[in-house]
């Protein structure tokens, strides 16, 4: 159940209203020109709670972002399928089905096959080390800064910190977010504080969900429509109490 619901928020937050969208036209029709495609292929990897959910996926975009099936032709991913699969009427084509794990350190070359006579590629490196703990306080005081550690994560790359408040308004509950980028002095360090002026937005906050995440990017194959993408996401989330 848990893997189902992350998968509807991942969509949901990738690409917006679902509803707003539909299959393309492009579906019936075999295409013979990349330029009229714009690939988007994430790999992502969350810990939370001691649960790691993952999930990769390459959606095949027309100019409208409407996704569409490849007619006869297809996705794959290390040589192996990708098998097209369905969520509310939008066709994907879902990469856990034929690889159990993304692994850190690993290459993923993904083929983009139009028809029996165009195929192009794309790859990416997943990062080096994955973020393996996440230490905060079980609560905290709002009115007070907040230091929290993790471990093995590169400090050349980019480790973003997004933060999730709950709060309470009119007895309904409301959440605020926040984004941030660790300063390299403390990428080497493990550690950082947040600022209490985050905690204070509001004087109903109950809770926070701290998020730090990583992305990387591939390479693919430039013949696409631009916008084209190949990403990898690790991630690691707590939540803490806030008083």
């Not at 007619?71 to 399928?81: L, Q, R, T, Y």
């Not at 309470?168 to 300063?183: D, G, L, S, V």
């Not at 990387?216 to 084209?228: A, D, K, Q």
């Amino acid at each position: 159940m848990k893997r189902k619901l992350f998968i509807v928020l991942f969509l949901v937050l990738t690409f917006g209203c679902m509803g707003c969208m539909q299959e393309s036209v492009l579906s019936d029709v075999e295409i013979t020109d990349p330029t009229v495609i714009r690939p988007e292929i994430t790999f992502a990897k969350s810990k939370e709670g001691g649960s790691i959910t993952q999930s990769i996926y390459a959606w095949i975009n027309d100019k409208n972002n409407n996704p569409v099936e490849l007619k006869n032709g297809g996705v794959s991913i290390n040589g192996k399928a990708m098998p097209v699969k369905n969520m509310m009427g939008l066709p994907y084509y879902s990469g856990l089905d034929v690889v159990s794990d993304i692994r850190p350190g690993y290459t993923y070359d993904i083929s983009i096959k139009l028809n029996a006579e165009k195929t192009y590629n794309a790859s990416i490196k997943i990062q080096e080390k994955d973020l393996a703990t996440l230490t905060l306080p079980a609560s905290h005081n709002r009115f007070e800064d907040m230091n929290i550690s993790w471990t093995e994560i590169d400090p050349n790359r980019e480790l973003k910190l997004e933060m999730l408040n709950y709060y309470k308004n009119n007895n309904q509950e409301t959440t605020e977010a926040f984004t941030m980028y660790i300063p390299q002095q403390n990428l080497a360090a493990g550690k950082f504080s947040i600022p209490s002026t985050y905690f204070q937005s509001t004087q109903n906050i109950f809770k926070t969900r701290i998020t730090l995440s990583s992305k990387v990017s591939g390479t693919i194959y430039e013949g696409f429509r631009s916008g084209s993408s190949i990403e990898s996401t690790l991630s690691i989330s707590k939540t803490c109490q806030i008083y």
